[in-house]
């Protein structure tokens, strides 16, 4: 039995009813403080135990903790889509809301650029610019000679 309690019993035998309310209040609070405390050391512990061996992940299965590249050299998927035919990709180089943003056209690395929208934006007006300059005729599409002479004898 520890101070209070036994203070409380005597108060209570003796009809000290302020001395009573003093120390009941008094073991209240030792009470609440100790669970409070148990409280506190629970969750640190959890807290640890999740951070200790794992550290911070990545989505995407892999083992991409933030400190296993430090160069941040690592390309995230952000987003693709198709304008005027070619497949746009933007891929957030390294981790962080200040990361620049790859820009893939058509499985080849372009450009990088400061955020999505600015690379979404400029990836749209380099495929228009694609789309202008006209393909060029490999050995396999250009007419042979034979061919040509065939062509005029025709008209």
Do not use: C
């Not at 933030?66 to 390309?75: G, N, Q, V, W």
């Amino acid at each position: 039995m520890d101070f209070h309690t036994a203070n409380m019993i005597d108060s209570l035998q003796s009809g000290d009813i302020t001395r009573f309310k003093q120390d009941f209040e008094q073991k209240m609070n030792e009470l609440i403080v100790s669970k409070i405390e148990d409280k506190k050391s629970l969750v640190m512990q959890s807290v640890q135990e999740e951070e200790g061996d794992e550290g911070p992940k990545v989505d995407g299965g892999e083992d991409d903790t933030i400190f296993a590249d430090p160069a941040m050299s690592k390309e995230y998927f952000l987003k693709t889509f198709e304008h005027e035919g070619h497949e746009i990709t933007l891929k957030k180089l390294g981790l962080g809301p200040t990361k620049p943003v790859v820009v893939h056209v058509d499985g080849k690395r372009w450009e990088l650029f400061p955020g999505p929208k600015v690379a979404e934006k400029q990836a749209k007006e380099y495929v228009a610019t694609l789309k202008e300059k006209k393909p060029e005729e490999t050995d396999e599409e250009k007419p042979s000679e034979d061919e040509k002479n065939i062509n005029k004898e025709d008209t």
